[in-house]
T-cell receptor, first 115, second 110 residues
Framework: DAGVIQSPRHEVTEMGQEVTLRCKPI?????LFWYRQTMMRGLELLIY????????DSGMPEDRFSAKMPNASFSTLKIQPSEPRDSAVYFC?????????????FGAGTRLSVL | GQNIDQPTEMTATEGAIVQINCTYQ??????LFWYQQHAGEAPTFLSY????GLEEKGRFSSFLSRSKGYSYLLLKELQMKDSASYLC???????????FGSGTRLSIRP
């Protein structure tokens, strides 16, 4: 399996623009997670899905952030409008489900810079 | 509330042993993970503990004491490639969500 695939790897945009990050989870994994990582705040969970349904979005910072999972193989995280403080690395992770260790597998991340 | 504490930085010598501690206070507990993250890369799974005691996997071992809310990651025969951040993470009562600590940046010197 190719692992979790995220695109783009790098995104540079100007304040006020819309940003869309994309994720393809590992096939067969029932859970998908979006994280944000900064030096100041570390790795923060934004939202997670189970079988394409959002379960917990309490980590989504503001209404400017939204996430969708239209099918089992694709998810998006959208920021509209973007602000400089949104600059961070955004990771997507997937896991097979609440069995045994339920290890999360991370994508390579999207490094977002908002100017 | 949720709180996971680990040292911010540590330094060790190649070939030596280092122990990275983690203490946690969380609402519910369903296991503790250690992840390794090299600079500019994604976190990767290292170990998992759900019962008290020591789990050994090659050069890496992880220990858990649930009554003390405490874990450590032990790295033996350190190699330069072990220079990375080590993230302690606790799975809460939902059994799906895990909360990450801020990570410990480990530097290995020759």
């Amino acid at each position: 399996d190719a692992g979790v695939i995220q695109s783009p790897r790098h995104e540079v945009t100007e304040m006020g623009q819309e940003v869309t990050l994309r994720c393809k989870p590992i096939s067969g994994h029932d859970y998908l997670f979006w994280y944000r990582q900064t030096m100041m705040r570390g790795l923060e969970l934004l939202i997670y899905f189970n079988n394409n349904v959002p379960i917990d979005d309490s980590g989504m910072p503001e209404d400017r952030f939204s996430a969708k999972m239209p099918n089992a193989s694709f998810s998006t995280l959208k920021i509209q409008p973007s602000e400089p403080r949104d600059s961070a690395v955004y990771f997507c992770a997937s896991s097979p489900g609440p069995i045994a260790k339920n290890i999360q597998y991370f994508g390579a991340g999207t490094r977002l810079s908002v100017l | 509330g949720q709180n996971i504490d680990q040292p911010t930085e540590m330094t060790a010598t190649e070939g030596a042993i280092v122990q990275i501690n983690c203490t946690y206070q969380t609402s519910g507990f369903n296991g503790l993970f250690w992840y390794q993250q090299h600079a500019g890369e994604a976190p990767t799974f290292l170990s998992y503990n759900v019962l008290d005691g020591l789990e050994e996997k090659g050069r890496f071992s992880s220990f858990l004491s649930r009554s003390k809310g405490y874990s450590y990651l032990l790295l033996k025969e350190l190699q330069m490639k072990d220079s990375a951040s080590y993230l302690c993470a606790v799975r809460d009562s939902s059994a799906s969500k895990i909360i990450f600590g801020s990570g410990t940046r480990l530097s290995i010197r020759p």
